[in-house]
């Protein structure tokens, strides 16, 4: 079994659409949790924190589920700009980071 | 603040040949990874360091690859013999450890933009 799976999609969706992501992580002793946003050709870039109490940025909701070992990435009002790959990352002891393979959306007029 | 450095941009080199990256991280951060990403798939960790100690090598395919970060600051990674199936993106990214004051187990990762290595 993978350390961080992630569905690879592509969820293609309209402008105005919420798209929900989900991850799944297989150490339960992980520390924290992140999703990174990454661009075609373009270094990941970190997107937001993942809190256990989950945690909201503009537009972008993230959750913990530590008992299910998975996080959710909720995105509300889509625009054409969110079209990226979204990876998954799981923070395991010593600072070990590991990134799921990414869901790719496509966000369409 | 300055950024995660790398070298080259671009390398396109034939199989069995040797390559090797540079990597100059965010001055004061401790921890450094190399990643290996191939095309349509999440990065991968090849190795992690804490200062010029190795503290995960465990994916490294250690008959070809090889890293060094000797004086803790910046590291290069280096493939010998290349092979058809190295050709990816390899990443660099550095962080603050835990533990150093800061928030440390949320602490983010910052990238370099990365080498893409080819072998024809």
């Known amino acids: 079994r993978k350390e961080v799976e992630q569905d690879p999609g592509p969820f293609n969706v309209p402008e105005g659409a919420t798209v929900a992501f989900n991850c799944t992580y297989s150490?339960?002793?992980?520390?924290?949790f992140f999703w990174y946003r990454q661009d075609c050709r373009k270094e990941p870039k970190l997107l937001m924190s993942?809190?256990?109490s989950g945690n909201e940025d503009g537009r972008f909701t993230a959750q913990l589920n530590r008992a299910s070992q998975y996080i959710s990435l909720l995105i509300r009002d889509s625009k054409l700009s969110d079209s990226a790959t979204y990876l998954c990352?799981?923070?395991?002891?010593?600072?070990?980071?590991?990134f799921g393979t990414g869901t790719r959306l496509q966000v369409f007029p | 603040e300055a950024g995660v450095a790398q070298s080259p941009r671009y390398k396109i080199i034939e199989k069995r040949q040797s390559v090797a990256f540079w990597c100059n991280p965010i001055?004061?951060?401790?921890?450094l990874y190399w990643y290996q990403q191939i095309l349509g798939q999440g990065p991968k960790l090849l190795i992690q360091?804490?200062?010029?100690?190795?503290?995960?090598d465990s994916q490294l395919p250690k008959d070809r690859f090889s890293a060094e970060r000797l004086k803790g600051v910046d590291s290069t990674l280096k493939i010998q013999p290349a092979k058809l199936e190295d050709s990816a993106v390899y990443l660099c990214?550095?962080?603050?450890?835990?533990?150093?004051?800061?928030?440390?187990?949320?602490?983010?990762?910052?990238f370099g933009s990365g080498t893409q290595l080819s072998v024809l």
């Open positions: 990214a550095s962080r603050r450890p835990a533990g150093t004051g800061y928030t440390g187990a949320n602490e983010k990762l910052f």
């Open positions: 150490n339960s002793a992980s520390q924290s």
């Open positions: 993942v809190y256990s």
């Open positions: 990352v799981v923070n395991l002891y010593t600072d070990k980071l590991i």
């Open positions: 001055s004061g951060h401790a921890t």
């Open positions: 360091f804490q200062n010029n100690g190795v503290v995960d």
